[in-house]
């Protein structure tokens, strides 16, 4: 018997089904790529005539893929922050400092066995966390993280979000409605009930916001906020500000609006029948809406990806007062004396292949001069590493200072997740408060604090415009 039969005899039979496909695959792949080359123009036509939704299409699986690293940042910092709250170490085991603890627990969740009970509406059960996490992720398109990096620029981009975010409480509703549980239907009411009430301060405290900026394009909005940080809507709009935040933190069913999920009360609500990957999506989705809500907060209100300082006029106020002593005084602004790599022609070449050897070698110098008992090849790593260090802080200096992209991304980050932090010190602080009180909340304080902030805003604008 040879080694491919005893390979094939060990094969379940979803295994040599997928054994059989492997070779017909890529057969089929041969042909669609001959297909491609022999009726190229007329594909290319086509391709161009539709080149919106095939971009439309890249961005969404781009969008995807990324908020798979996003939810496990996420949960690695929550477990991280509140330990230290807590006065504990945290994560500490797996990965450096514990960082790829998330990651196995998102593998764990994928190995589990995933079963549907009884009763339950198994279709319904099964596209409910693919609602949620959907919702999710569609969001996201509309979100500016940098300069020309928005998967879709809409007109009617924020509106886009509300409407498309709102989906989500659609797939928590069908998940308790389908589980055939008492506590997951009370979840999925609970998250009903609260989401709906909830989303009528959250849209009416951006509405005096719009008034002012005359877009709903988030990319406009950001733009209208360059310059330095008092040109942000959060001076413009402090009430509008805090009734969004409010108002996000219980969309995003954050402590101290986790009613939907109270183990106390109702189990894990609408989620106390899921397990497996189900179960998994359902808290990808609250970890990947924890970072969508805080980039929306700092895209509408902190300015998004601009920094709070204008550095070009900070240098030019520099250059004025110091020129006025010394005449001969001038400094140039990064932006414009960044450098252009290519312009060094083939002496790149040659940085390009001296530089690691020579920085490894001074920088392992003191460590192996200083300390007679250190192994010189013990030297040469620790000269490499921090050689690597260097040329990463020098190459990200560069980036900074070149392209505009990746300075506006490190800002809206840095802001972003100065709000993921922020979510997370009020989970390890805050008692989670009773239903009555999270309803009468929204309809007696915040929706006629966002009523009066809409008008005020109206009447300010009419008044300084008349």
Do not use: C
């Not at 001959?34 to 961005?59: C, E, K, Q, S, T």
């Amino acid at each position: 018997m040879t080694a491919l039969s005893r390979t094939w005899g060990r094969l379940t039979l979803p295994g040599k089904i997928v054994f059989t496909l492997i070779p017909l695959l890529a057969v089929l792949t041969a042909g669609l790529i001959a297909f491609i080359i022999v009726l190229g123009g007329p594909i290319w036509d086509l391709i161009l005539a539709n080149l919106w939704f095939i971009r439309f299409l890249v961005a969404a699986t781009i969008i995807l893929v990324i908020t798979i690293p996003i939810a496990f940042l996420n949960i690695y910092l929550e477990m991280k922050v509140i330990a230290l709250m807590n006065l504990r170490v945290g994560p500490d085991r797996v990965g450096p400092w514990g960082s790829l603890l998330s990651v196995v627990h998102g593998l764990k969740v994928l190995i589990k066995e995933d079963f549907t009970p009884t009763g339950a509406d198994s279709i319904v059960f099964t596209w409910a966390p693919v609602v949620t996490y959907g919702a999710a992720v569609m969001t996201l398109l509309v979100i500016p993280f940098a300069p020309g990096m928005a998967g879709q620029d809409f007109n009617i981009g924020l509106l886009y979000f509300f409407a498309v975010g709102g989906m989500g409480v659609v797939g928590l509703l069908m998940g308790g409605w389908s589980s055939f549980n008492k506590y997951s239907l009370l979840g999925g009411l609970r998250s009903a009930a609260q989401i709906i009430s909830y989303e009528i301060p959250l849209t009416l405290s951006v509405v005096g916001l719009l008034i002012l900026a005359g877009t709903m394009s988030l990319n406009q909005i950001v733009m209208q906020q360059s310059g330095w940080f008092t040109d942000w809507y959060v001076f413009r709009q402090p009430l509008g500000f805090v009734i969004f935040f409010i108002a996000a933190t219980a969309e995003a069913n954050r402590t101290p609006f986790d009613l939907t999920e109270a183990d106390s009360e109702i189990v894990a609500g609408f989620a106390t029948e899921y397990s497996g990957m189900r179960f998994g999506f359902f808290f990808f989705a609250e970890y990947v809406n924890v970072f969508i809500m805080s980039a929306l907060t700092v895209v509408l209100f902190l300015g998004g990806w601009n920094a709070p300082f204008d550095i070009d006029a900070l240098v030019n106020v520099l250059n004025g007062v110091v020129g006025a002593v010394i005449p001969s005084f001038h400094i140039a602004t990064p932006f414009s004396i960044a450098l252009d790599p290519g312009s060094l022609g083939i002496p790149l070449l040659f940085v390009i292949g001296l530089a690691p050897l020579i920085g490894t070698l001074v920088l392992a110098a003191p460590f192996y001069l200083v300390r007679s008992s250190m192994r010189w090849w013990v030297a040469l790593i620790i000269g490499f590493v921090l050689f690597n260090v260097v040329a990463g802080g020098l190459t990200f200096a560069w980036a900074y200072v070149s392209f505009d992209w990746v300075a506006g991304l490190v800002w809206f980050m840095a802001k972003t997740f100065a709000f993921v932090f922020l979510f997370v010190w009020m989970r390890g602080t805050l008692p989670r408060v009773r239903i009555d009180q999270l309803m009468g909340f929204a309809w007696k304080w915040l929706l006629p604090a966002a009523l009066l902030n809409l008008f005020v805003t109206a009447a300010a604008v009419v008044i300084v415009g008349s």
